[in-house]
């Protein structure tokens, strides 16, 4: 009978035990930087029309003819193609971060029988504001496309 009581209370002493460690950490949260990087992704996730047209835009400028040719090949390619690197979140003021999330995508441009291949690689400043969870700001910062 009194091992019994003595593996309930065990059994007991390690349920409250956890769920007070549960508890601790659902209280604390996360870290800013931790939810500003989330945010990022998230954005980067979410975005992506957006973000590839301002890639094509830059990418292809004012030629007419490449805003005819190329640019859905490219759009198509930097939707499919794209990959994210993230800078680790930097504290701007209370709840604002600033993430720089890089794009870089390789292109292959087809024109009847010729073939080039490019490099397209931006930079997107977020400011993430950790409080509301979301991108407050972005822009289009340095921009290389170039043949590889």
Sequence with gaps: MLKCHRKLLR???RLTAVGLLLTL????GSKPEDVAAQVARD???SSM???SDTLVA????????LKQVAA????????KN????YSRPSKVSTDRYTVIATASAPIEIKVLVLQQSYKLSAEFPLTVDTKNKKVLD???GAFHFSKE
Aim: proline share 3%.
């Design 82 to 85: 794209v990959k994210w690197d």
């Design 25 to 28: 950490a659902l209280a604390c």
């Design 43 to 45: 954005w980067t996730s």
């Design 138 to 140: 972005w822009k289009l």
């Design 49 to 51: 029309v957006t973000v």
């Design 11 to 13: 059994s007991y002493f």
């Design 72 to 79: 859905s090949v490219i759009n198509h390619q930097v939707r």
């Design 58 to 65: 830059a990418a292809v400028g004012d030629t007419p003819i």
